[in-house]
């Protein structure tokens, strides 16, 4: 190899190094570190409350705007933001609707996703938990 061809090879390394970086700095300010409020390098069913208000979650769900989510409108969410979560954990309709009146509050939603997201259960969401929840958000071209 050439001089000019190894310093192009470094060059090109450092810029990919650089852009790799950046990068990092982005998912850390988007995601997980952003709203672990607490620092305890988990994210709680609270915290997740603040990220999902600020995400406006609800409303993408909520196609008619009526503030309930009726069936047919959490299938359409299920299948959009859901995909890379099981559908033993997702569960059924009736799952979510707590008191059984057909349709769910913003409440019986935010608490059931979390726990849909909080795959093993022990009340909060890991890293790898929260990127499933950030991973089919932003799957759809929204961002915070
Ligand atoms: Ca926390
Ligand atoms: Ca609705
Ligand atoms: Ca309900
Ligand atoms: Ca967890």
Same mark, same amino acid.
């Not at 300010?29 to 620092?39: H, I, K, N, S």
């Not at 509050?105 to 608490?111: A, H, N, V």
């Given at each position: ?5 190894? /310093?192009?090879?470094? =060059?090109?390394?450092?810029? $990919?190094? $650089?852009? +790799? $970086? ?49 069936? /047919? ?5 299920? +299948? ?24 769910? /509050?913003?409440?019986? =939603?935010?608490?059931? /996703? =979390? ?21 089919? =958000? ?5 961002? $915070?």
């Amino acid at each position: 190899m050439t001089t000019k061809k190894y /310093s192009l090879l470094c =060059f090109v390394v450092f810029a $990919l190094m $650089l852009v +790799n $970086l950046s990068a990092c700095k982005v998912s850390e300010e988007e995601g997980y570190g952003r709203w672990d409020a607490d620092a305890n390098a988990m994210i709680d069913s609270n915290e997740y409350g603040t990220a999902w208000n600020e995400a406006g979650y609800y409303g993408r769900w909520d196609a008619n705007r009526d503030n309930y989510i009726d069936e /047919s409108e959490w299938n359409a969410g299920r +299948n959009t933001y859901m995909q890379d979560v099981g559908a033993d954990q997702v569960g059924a309709y009736t799952d979510w609707d707590v008191d059984g009146d057909g349709r769910l /509050s913003d409440t019986e =939603f935010r608490d059931r /996703s =979390f726990d849909v997201y909080d795959a093993d259960r022990d009340g909060n969401l890991n890293e790898a938990e929260y990127n499933t929840w950030w991973g089919g =958000f932003n799957r759809t071209g929204n961002s $915070l």
